[in-house]
């Protein structure tokens, strides 16, 4: 992984998104893959911004293949603002979509407002999974449901690829996610 510091954050650059993006301008339009870049910069962006208004600065910003981590420095924050940070990069590409539809980008708010909700799935590594358990959601019975939920993208997944064909990233990153969810 390369290092470096910008402003007193580590700037982590993992060998595993050099290659994901390498591989998605190769076998898709890369048109395609520059807005779905510049969807999870504007996500990440929304999480920055209202770490900046509350004072709470990254320690480290990692890229990698299954996208963007920030880790904040533990600088103290109450429970609203946590859950304000965490909501920030869906709403920040939520709000995009709407003004980029406005602006008749229809393509790229699709590509806003499929990043904002795909990050707001109760997944334990996703920004909406976070915010559930920021409301104590943590029960036996609510890791059964997220289970569930998981079995629900997994059969949704495939109804897509035998109706639509095979996409490879969203075969990828359907199963990813159900084995972290179900093994973990």
């Known amino acids: 992984m390369l290092k470096f510091k910008l402003g007193g954050t580590q700037i982590g650059l993992s060998f595993s998104f050099f290659a994901l993006f390498s591989v998605l301008f190769y076998a ?3 048109s395609a893959v520059i807005m779905a870049l510049t969807a999870c910069l504007i996500h990440e962006i ?3 911004y209202f770490m900046w208004i509350f004072r709470c600065r990254p320690e480290s910003v ?3 293949g299954g996208g963007i981590r920030i880790i904040p420095d533990g600088s103290p924050v109450s429970l609203f603002q946590e859950r304000i940070i965490l ?3 869906s709403l920040f590409n ?3 979509a709407l003004v980029l539809v406005i602006a008749g980008a ?3 708010a699709a590509v806003n407002a499929a990043i904002g909700s795909f990050n707001l799935m ?3 590594n996703f920004d909406g999974g976070c915010l559930l358990e920021s409301f104590a959601f943590t029960s036996p019975g609510f890791e059964n449901i997220r289970k569930l939920f998981s079995l629900v993208l997994a059969a949704a997944g495939t109804l897509i690829l035998v109706r639509f064909g095979i996409n490879l990233s969203l075969a990828v990153t359907v199963c990813y996610i159900i084995a972290s969810e179900i093994l973990c």
């Open 62 to 64: 990692v890229f990698y």
């Open 28 to 30: 898709r339009d890369s």
């Open 106 to 108: 229809r393509t790229f």
């Open 94 to 96: 939520l709000a995009s």
């Open 122 to 124: 109760p997944f334990r």
């Open 87 to 89: 909501a920030a990069g």
């Open 46 to 48: 929304g999480h920055l």
